[in-house]
């Protein structure tokens, strides 16, 4: 799903990184290309990334604007690929690009996730 969801929004400022912090990176080889997985997948057996961010739950999905800040967030799966989360994904984009450097609390909830639980939240 995150590689439809990244072919989706390619030529977007948008870019998909994934962070593996269980397995060993022999492991992480054979599942890349067991899945053909081509975003990046990066390595954290120490988990300062899951520290850092304050990671509560697995998965957890971040998404930072150009200053590598968070600027919103999601727990859980999703089906990152559907036409409703990539229309979201796509509204989420253009709020980033327009209101990131705002201060203060700002919420993004697009329409299609506002019922559903773990919705996408800007901070």
Same mark, same amino acid.
């Given at each position: 799903?995150?590689?439809?969801?990244?072919?989706?929004?390619?030529?977007?400022?948008?870019?998909?990184?994934?962070?593996?912090?269980?397995?060993?990176?022999?492991?992480?080889?054979?599942?890349?290309?067991?899945?053909?997985?081509?975003?990046?997948?990066?390595?954290?057996?120490?988990?300062?990334?899951?520290?850092?961010?304050?990671?509560?739950?697995?998965?957890?999905?971040?998404?930072?604007? &150009?200053?590598? @800040?968070?600027?919103?967030?999601? /727990?859980?799966? #999703? $089906?990152?690929?559907?036409?409703?989360?990539?229309?979201?994904?796509?509204?989420?984009?253009?709020?980033?690009?327009?209101?990131?450097?705002? &201060?203060?609390? @700002?919420?993004?909830?697009?329409? /299609?996730?506002? #019922? $559903?639980?773990?919705?996408?939240?800007?901070?």
């Amino acid at each position: 799903m995150l590689e439809k969801m990244s072919a989706g929004l390619k030529g977007e400022k948008f870019e998909v990184l994934a962070i593996n912090i269980a397995e060993d990176e022999e492991r992480v080889g054979d599942l890349v290309k067991k899945l053909k997985i081509t975003v990046p997948v990066l390595l954290d057996p120490g988990r300062r990334a899951t520290v850092a961010f304050g990671v509560r739950s697995h998965p957890m999905h971040y998404f930072l604007n &150009h200053r590598g @800040q968070v600027v919103a967030l999601a /727990s859980g799966f #999703r $089906q990152w690929d559907s036409p409703e989360m990539m229309e979201a994904l796509q509204e989420l984009i253009e709020f980033i690009q327009t209101r990131s450097s705002m &201060h203060g609390q @700002q919420r993004f909830v697009h329409s /299609s996730t506002k #019922r $559903q639980p773990g919705n996408i939240a800007a901070r």
